[in-house]
């Protein structure tokens, strides 16, 4: 158990911000392109949070994945291995500390290859999280609606591997603060900048 709480929750920041909202499991999952998360993962949360920036503003901090470390605290360091805006087919990797465990682990690395994108609507992305003992694969899809107020981030995520399927509830309630705290982050960074720039 001690594990799933590491892994899980070091794969997004762990704070639960106020504005996020999360509801019952819903009955259609987000797509990009057509695509969504693992339909057969038991571990899975979707959650979303209304923006008061313009949607550049918030797609740029989104896929600007080089910079993450700047505003999400979590996450240590981040590396493009392909060049030029995100697209299909780039990947990025990016690691966070691992706090004494059960594991030798001491570093979670995540590799991220985006499978589906739609400019300033939808980025779906699959890759692994790996440490010595630790493994889970995860599938991500994001929507961005311009909507009264600004704009609506709309995330889902599915987990699968040894660790977190054996302590599914753990693993979800985990994945669902991870999730809304990288919500929280995004919606002060974005709004901070917007609302900082000179008139």
């Keep these: ?35 969504g998360v693992d339909p057969d993962a038991r571990v899975r949360h979707r959650s979303e949070i209304v923006i008061d920036a313009p949607l550049s503003t918030v797609w740029k901090l989104q ?3 080089e910079r993450r470390p700047s505003w999400q605290a979590p996450v240590t360091t981040a ?9 299909r087919g780039s990947a990025f990797r990016w690691t966070t500390p691992v706090p004494p465990n059960p594991t ?3 570093n979670l690395e995540i590799t ?8 300033h609507t939808c980025v779906r992305r699959t890759g692994p999280a790996t440490g010595e003992g630790l493994h889970i694969d995860g599938v991500h899809v994001w ?24 302590d599914v509830p753990t693993a979800t309630a985990i994945l669902r603060q991870g999730l809304e705290g990288w919500l929280s982050d995004l919606k002060v960074t974005a709004e901070a900048r917007t609302h900082h720039q000179p008139r």
């Design 1 to 35: 158990m001690a594990t799933i709480r590491l892994v899980v929750g070091l794969l997004a920041a762990t704070a639960v911000p106020a504005g996020a909202t999360a509801g019952p499991r819903p009955q259609t999952s987000l797509t990009c392109r057509g695509a």
């Design 63 to 65: 896929t600007d994945v």
């Design 79 to 87: 590396e493009r291995l392909d060049h030029g805006p995100l697209r």
């Design 104 to 106: 030798p682990a001491t």
């Design 112 to 119: 991220s290859t985006v499978e589906q994108l739609r400019h």
């Design 143 to 166: 929507t961005f609606t311009r909507t009264r107020g600004g704009v609506r981030v709309t995330t889902e995520e599915t987990h699968t591997g040894p660790q977190v399927d054996a």
